[in-house]
Structure formats: structure tokens, C-alpha cells
């Protein structure tokens, strides 16, 4: 493997194509199906936050997902000049072609080329980088800031400033704070390339700044860590499907990039591209799924940026293999002629040989064999880059089917949009409504039109009003009050809400769950439909008991008193 830049600095042309190539193969996978016709629950709370005010979002972030603050107010500027769902996917898509083309251009920095045209297709058509490249969060955002983070990493201990790589950082942290993962990821690199203390040292300040600027993020989020309570613990299962999610599902294609990737591994201590991906890829969630074994903080989107480290992996592998093959001494290609002299042709005479004529043939000239294979030496160029694409198109073809599927509505596990249009269909204007529990007030968060002239019961004060993503409901005293009131309620619940052993633990979704239990029955003619998980069903009042007349008695009568044993 060549170091830094030294296909590079000759022919900056070939690294401007091979950066180029994979960002707009990226561009035109991330505009595919990028309308899908609906948002799933995690877009749309970006969606609805993101248009509201400024001072809005400030008092939410106070309250609950401080980690997207960034994002959202980002988000914010986007949606104002269009508020949609292809617009709210856009930055994704432009973070996730950025991402694709600084994998390149770190591969062809460390290696050539070649090796980053690989990795950066390889990036471009993994299932995975697709799958969040088209999705309103903010993790394709993240990724492309610890690509970005990492190529001025490499460029700084090659003597360029620290303070963008420390910027980048910072950046990147603010985006979603688990990429402080990145960090270790950095210093295990520093350590095994053998850096000097100065490098250290500056490493260290810039990284150290980094960390100040994310600290008051921190501390508030450290107090909202119950939105992640419902994650679980971890197992040897998370780690089998990440890998596969970094180097393909299955089949032949995992398989290779495996090989390709243990091929890749051997390398020398100084900055290599192996030494810098191998711990990017590996170090971020190693080190999370060791955190989540105690305080389960685990999924695979916190991570995605860890995967450009596979295949900068992969693509280095192949070239060992290729260099490997084409020549059997290193540094030389196939059929060189043998001379002393650099910057001499193969072959030609040297003049500075005592007792030969100038012209004369060399005895170690070439044979005519040699000569035909180092005339092949441009095609080699051309011809290794385009059987590595070939490679990427055939991958590609076996994950075809994964990329359809994630360009469709099934491959969200929940579609907001139509439970509105369910709404509009079967609800009118002035209906009661009841949502068990909050959270399914979503779907009227983002597309109103389904719920207009419906009255929420529970809810007292609108999102937007309250600083909470779904609105504050009343008290329970209240609510109780407020739906024994109704003769008839309809009511949109979770699909786990209506099931007899789930009880809630907040009063109010208590009183939701028993009054609606006790109190009401389901209507006839019973009205019931399920769409994508919720379930909307009518309910009416439960009849009263039939009244008691004199003559009846209308509890059962006492059983007859034992007969006392006759006195002797």
C-alpha cells in the first residue's frame, strides 16, 4: 500500500473521479423512491417539531430529545422554504452523497484511487447507508460529519491545522452525542501509526475542546435518559447483525467482504488506511454494546457511522490481493526491467559502463516476453479500477431486492398517514376522541386534516403550547369526569393497549384504560379497524343494570339458617 497521496500529488484527476463516481452513484440511490407517500412515528416527530418556532424547539429541548437540538434547528431552516416530506428527507440524502464521497477521498489520500473509487461504491450501495440516507433523522448527518471528522484527522497528522478536525468534531458530537465514540476510534489510530508526542498533544486539545463544547449537552440529556428506557440489553444477536448490516446480509457477497477485509488487516505501524479503518469501524460499537451491558443505551443507527470503516477495509484487501497477484516483487510492476539508474527507460544502454559502445544492448535487457507485459502496464490501470466497479455493480445486484424494499411504505414499521386518512374516513365533525396511549396523537401531529372537528378529550394544551411532543394532557380527576360525560367515544389505541395484561403505570393513561374498560362497550353494530398496528374502535356507554321492582328481590336471598340440634 502507498502512503499518503502519492497517486495523488501525480494524477489528482483519478482522485477526482474516484471521489465523484461514488457520490453520484449516492445521489442518484438517495433520490430513488424517495417519496414514499407517507412518514413513519420517528419522521414525524421531526416533521412537526421542526416547524415550530425557534423558542418552541428551545423550551422542548429542555425538556425531552436534547440530543437532536442541532438537528432539528437545522431542520427548521430547511422546512421553511418548504415543508414536505421529500424536502424533510433532502439533508439526509446531500449528508449521506458527502459521506460517499469523503470515503473516497480518504482511500485514495491513504492508498490510490483505485482503493477509494471501491470503498466509496461499496459505501454508496451498502442496504444500509440507503436505508438512512432516505429517512428524517439525523444519523446519515452524523455520518457524514465522522467521514469528514476522520479525513482531517489523517490530513492534520500530515501536518495541515487541528482546529478543522477539532471543528468537525464538535460538529459531529452535537449531531447526536454517541459519535463521542469516534474519539477512542481516533486514539487507537494514533497509537498503533506510532505518532510523535507533539501529534499527541494536539490531538488532545482539539479533542478536549470537543468534548467542552458537547458537556452541557450532556448533562441535559443524562436527565431525559428514559426516552431510551425501552431499549433492551444486548446480546451476541446485536453484534451478528451489525456485521452483517456493515458487510451484507449474507451470501456470497458477506462472505467475500469478509475474506477481503481479514486480507486487509496485516499491515505496518504508521498511518495506514487499515490502521485507520479498522478501529473506526470496530471501536464505536464494541464499545457501546460494552456500555449497554450495564445501562442499555444499544441500536444500530447509533453506530452508523462506524460503518465507513468496512468498507475502506474491503477495498484495501482487494488491492493487496490485486498487487499480490500482478507482481512478484513488491513495488515493481509486472515485466520491469531491471536498472540501477532511476528515471532510465527499460533497456536503455548506460553510458557510464566502462568498455561498451553507447547503444549497445545491456545483458540484463528484458526478453521480448518481459517487454509485452510491461506494455500492459496502462491497461492494468484502467482495467483494475473497472473490474473493482464490476465487482460493486454484482453486489449491488444481489442487494437489489433489500433496496426495493426499503423504498416502500412496508419497510417503516408504522405509516401516521394512513391512520389519518382512516380518521377522515370514519370520524366526524364533532366526535369524541380518545388516544391510548399519548404517543398515538403522532398521527394528528403531522397530518391534521384526518382529525379536523374532532374533539381530544384528554388533551389540554397542543404540543407546541405545552413544550412536550404530544401535548399535556389533563389530570386524571378531570379526565374521569370528562368521559363519563360521553354517551359515545372512539378511540385510537397502541397495539398493545387493549391487551389484559399491559397496565399502565401514569394515571392518567390508568383512567384512559379503566374507564374505557369499565364503562363502555364496544357499539353494535361494533365498528373496529386496524391499520399499521393502531386500532380505532367505537365505544358507547355501558347500559345500566335493569331497576328492581317491590315484588322482586333483586339480590339472591340468604341460604337458609342450619337447623338447631334438639335440646336432650
Wanted: glycine share 8%; charged share 20%; hydrophobic share 50%.
Amino acid at each position: 500500500m502507498r502512503n499518503a497521496g502519492s497517486a495523488e500529488g501525480r494524477r489528482p484527476w483519478r482522485a477526482a473521479v474516484a471521489v465523484a463516481a461514488p457520490a453520484g452513484v449516492m445521489l442518484a440511490l438517495g433520490l430513488w423512491g424517495l417519496d414514499r407517500g407517507g412518514m413513519w412515528r420517528d419522521e414525524v416527530v421531526t416533521f412537526q417539531v421542526a416547524r415550530r418556532s425557534v423558542p418552541q424547539i428551545w423550551r422542548l429541548l429542555h425538556g425531552v430529545d436534547a440530543v437532536h437540538g442541532l438537528y432539528y434547528l437545522l431542520l427548521h431552516a430547511v422546512l421553511a422554504v418548504r415543508p414536505g416530506e421529500v424536502v424533510l428527507r433532502l439533508p439526509s440524502v446531500g449528508a449521506a452523497v458527502a459521506a460517499a464521497g469523503l470515503v473516497a477521498a480518504l482511500g485514495a489520500r491513504l492508498a490510490r484511487p483505485r482503493v477509494g473509487l471501491w470503498a466509496g461504491l461499496l459505501y454508496a450501495t451498502t442496504p444500509l447507508v440507503g436505508h438512512y440516507a432516505q429517512e428524517g433523522r439525523s444519523y446519515a448527518l452524523v455520518a457524514a460529519g465522522a467521514a469528514a471528522a476522520t479525513l482531517l484527522l489523517v490530513r492534520a497528522l500530515q501536518g495541515r491545522s487541528w482546529w478543522a478536525y477539532g471543528v468537525a468534531l464538535a460538529l459531529t458530537c452535537l449531531l447526536h452525542e454517541l459519535a463521542v465514540l469516534l474519539v477512542p476510534a481516533h486514539a487507537v489510530t494514533l497509537l498503533y501509526a506510532r505518532v510523535g508526542r507533539r501529534a499527541w498533544a494536539r490531538w488532545g486539545a482539539a479533542s478536549g475542546a470537543a468534548g467542552l463544547v458537547l458537556l452541557p449537552l450532556a448533562l441535559v440529556s443524562s436527565s431525559q435518559s428514559g426516552q431510551v428506557a425501552w431499549l433492551p440489553r444486548p446480546g451476541p444477536g446485536s453484534a451478528h447483525r451489525l456485521l452483517h448490516a456493515f458487510l451484507g446480509p449474507g451470501g456470497p457477497v458477506f462472505w467475500t467482504c469478509l475474506f477481503l477485509a481479514l486480507v486487509a488487516l496485516p499491515g505496518p505501524r504508521r498511518l495506514t488506511l487499515a490502521a485507520v479503518a479498522l478501529p473506526w469501524a470496530v471501536v464505536p460499537p464494541l464499545t457501546l454494546l460494552a456500555v449497554s451491558q450495564l445501562r442499555p443505551m444499544y441500536d444500530d443507527r447509533y453506530v452508523l457511522y462506524a460503518l465507513a470503516g468496512a468498507p475502506l477495509l474491503v477495498a484495501t484487501g482487494a488491492d493487496r490481493l490485486l498487487g499480490a497477484a500482478s507482481s512478484r516483487t513488491p513495488g515493481r510492476l509486472p515485466g520491469a526491467a531491471f536498472s540501477r539508474t532511476p528515471g532510465r527507460l527499460p533497456g536503455a544502454a548506460s553510458s557510464r559502463t566502462p568498455g561498451r559502445l553507447p547503444g549497445a544492448v545491456s545483458s540484463r535487457t528484458p526478453s521480448r516476453k518481459a517487454r509485452a507485459r510491461a506494455t500492459r502496464r496502462p491497461a492494468l490501470r484502467v482495467l483494475a479500477p473497472l473490474a473493482g466497479a464490476l465487482a460493486v455493480v454484482l453486489a449491488f445486484a444481489h442487494h437489489l431486492p433489500l433496496h426495493r424494499q426499503d423504498r416502500t411504505l412496508r419497510a417503516r414499521p408504522d405509516t401516521p398517514a394512513a391512520v389519518s386518512a382512516l380518521a377522515a374516513r370514519e370520524l366526524r365533525a364533532g366526535d369524541a376522541v380518545v388516544f391510548l396511549l399519548a404517543i398515538g396523537r403522532r398521527a394528528k401531529a403531522a397530518y391534521p386534516e384526518g382529525f379536523r372537528g374532532v374533539r381530544d378529550v384528554a388533551l389540554a394544551a397542543p404540543g407546541p403550547v405545552s413544550g412536550t411532543l404530544y401535548g399535556r394532557e389533563r389530570g386524571a380527576a378531570e379526565l374521569r369526569r370528562r368521559l363519563l360525560a360521553l354517551d359515545r367515544l372512539w378511540v385510537f389505541a397502541e397495539p398493545y393497549a387493549l391487551r389484559s395484561p399491559w397496565y399502565p403505570r401514569n394515571p392518567v393513561e390508568r383512567v384512559k384504560l379503566t374507564v374505557v374498560t369499565e364503562d363502555f362497550v364496544p357499539g353494535e353494530p361494533r365498528r373496529e379497524f386496524v391499520r399499521d398496528g393502531v386500532t380505532l374502535r367505537l365505544y358507547t356507554r355501558r347500559p345500566p343494570a335493569p331497576a328492581c321492582s317491590a315484588a322482586l328481590t333483586c339480590s339472591p336471598a340468604p341460604p337458609p339458617a342450619r337447623p338447631r340440634p334438639a335440646r336432650r
